[in-house]
């Protein structure tokens, strides 16, 4: 993409600067609280299915420094902003351009000790698409959800973690998913405000995993009762969002 067409986003309190287009899909703190959530360790390997222009599978290199890091992204402009991104960050990140159904092969050789998704949201045989080709692509789902389950599921490696992020609504769509190729299944619900129904979940499977399933209390991500025109997180949530603290599974406030 041309200059002009893009723009230089600061995430973590600018530890992390990502390149991303003027218009269409633009990450915002979905793939931060993703990020935070997984339990990765100096060392590990972390693969981002559908990875944009990294901002996922970036941010969570900065929290978590010696990790090996590759994303998969069927769009090809956004994988070379995802290299641009992650090359510019001083991390190595390789990104591989193809569709999850169909990965290159050298992906499909490997298997990673995390993979992540933030998967597009909504179905369109139950909604409208919307008039951005960019933004429908990142929010119009065409992949049936539980093929991105699939992929996650064959490319972690036995003991390993699969972490998606996703609307509340697909809950019970996304837990059959995972039920049926994961276990040690983990629900992390995400609230906007205190006495709000949850509007976004995380959820957790392990490869091979045989504890029983666990419903954590929901994070709340902002204070008061509505809106007052200003960024009015939590404390815990401004920790995640602005400092890269992790999102631990059992944290509430």
């Known amino acids: 993409m041309d200059e002009p067409a893009l723009t230089r986003d600061g995430y973590l309190s600018g530890r992390l600067f990502l390149h991303q287009p003027r218009r269409g899909y633009r990450a915002g703190v979905d793939p931060v609280l993703l990020a935070a959530s997984v339990p990765a360790r100096a ?21 978590v420094p010696g990790l090996t890091l590759a994303g998969l992204e069927r769009q090809a402009e956004h994988a ?118 949850s509007q976004l979940i995380l959820l957790r499977g392990r490869k091979g995993g045989r504890a029983p399933f666990r419903l954590h209390p929901g994070l709340v991500v902002h204070a008061g009762d509505s809106y007052g025109g200003r960024a009015d997180y939590t404390e815990t949530a401004e920790a995640i969002l602005r400092h890269g603290a992790v999102l631990d599974f059992n944290t509430s406030v």
């Open 43 to 63: 060392g590990d390997s972390v693969l981002d299915l559908g990875c944009g222009v990294g901002a996922a599978a970036l941010c969570l290199g900065v929290r």
């Open 80 to 197: 070379d902003l995802a290299r641009r991104n992650a090359s510019e960050a001083g991390l190595a990140m390789e990104v591989f351009t193809g569709d999850l159904t169909m990965m290159p092969p050298a992906l499909r050789q490997l298997r990673f000790s995390h993979v992540i998704a933030n998967p597009p949201y909504f179905r369109r045989d139950a909604s409208l698409a919307g008039p951005d080709p960019a933004r429908e692509a990142a929010y119009g789902e065409e992949t049936p959800l539980s093929e991105w389950v699939a992929a996650a599921a064959r490319r972690v490696a036995p003991g390993g973690t699969v972490t998606f992020i996703h609307r509340a609504e697909r809950l019970p769509e996304l837990m059959g998913a995972f039920a049926d190729r994961l276990g040690s299944l983990e629900l992390k619900p995400l609230l906007p405000r205190r006495g709000r129904e």
